[in-house]
């Protein structure tokens, strides 16, 4: 397509590139998929996950949506996180958010926003959950950047409280879940000190039998 030259181009370029210094890789990439991570990010486009983390392809399994949301009835997401843990078996998830995120700005504006605010109701419930704790805070920024902190911790509690992992720790699995938050001002990854590896590690009214 004409209006799509440029994309061409820079694939062409890319991907050159990569075999000037490894001539095997794609030949050996086709072959097979082993990341050890899955990494479920944000869609927005300043927050690319192989980039940020200097991973070429095939070392990340990657679900992106607005505000990196995992919801317990979203079968998109679920089928990504079951195939990478009981298919690929990743030993890493790694959920990730960023400072700035639009659909945490969006989810705490109070306006109107269509089909979307019906998935942005589960970052309000974020807000609510901690409202004392964000609302104690002084400035918009603090409170904001806090918010974005806590969505993240609680999708990492979302993905534990999963059969699915919850399965995977019941069979031995060693599986972590982890919770990092990006800056877009300075490019660089914030662990937020959430790293989940077993059962033992979820509230008693979430542990499956």
């Known amino acids: 397509m004409k209006m799509l030259k440029n994309i061409f181009e820079k694939n062409r370029k890319w991907a050159d590139k990569i075999k000037e210094t490894n001539p095997d890789f794609f030949a050996k990439l086709s072959k097979q998929q082993n990341p050890e991570y899955l990494w479920i990010g944000c869609s927005d486009s300043r927050v690319p996950p192989n980039d940020i983390v200097g ?21 998109n997401c679920l089928s990504v996180i079951q195939y990478a843990v009981y298919v690929l078996r990743v030993k890493h998830i790694i ?4 400072y700035g995120c639009g659909g945490i700005k969006a989810a705490i504006d109070n306006r109107e926003h269509g089909l979307i605010d019906n998935w942005l109701r589960n970052i309000k419930d974020v807000y609510r959950f901690y409202q004392a704790k964000i609302d104690a805070l002084k400035t918009e920024k603090e409170k904001f950047n806090l918010l974005c902190e806590l969505n993240v911790i609680e999708q990492v509690s979302n ?3 999963t059969t699915i992992v919850q399965k995977a720790w019941k069979t031995g699995q060693k599986l972590a879940v982890h919770g990092l938050i990006y800056g877009i001002e300075d490019g660089i990854l914030k662990d937020l000190d959430v790293c989940i590896t077993n059962i033992d590690a979820i509230p008693q009214t979430h542990r499956m039998k």
Request: hydrophobic residues 45%; contains cysteine; charged residues 10%.
């Open 95 to 98: 959920v990730c958010g960023h």
């Open 159 to 161: 993905i534990c409280h």
């Open 55 to 75: 991973m070429l392809p095939g070392k990340m399994f990657v679900h992106r949506n607005i505000a990196n949301l995992v919801i317990h009835t979203d079968l």
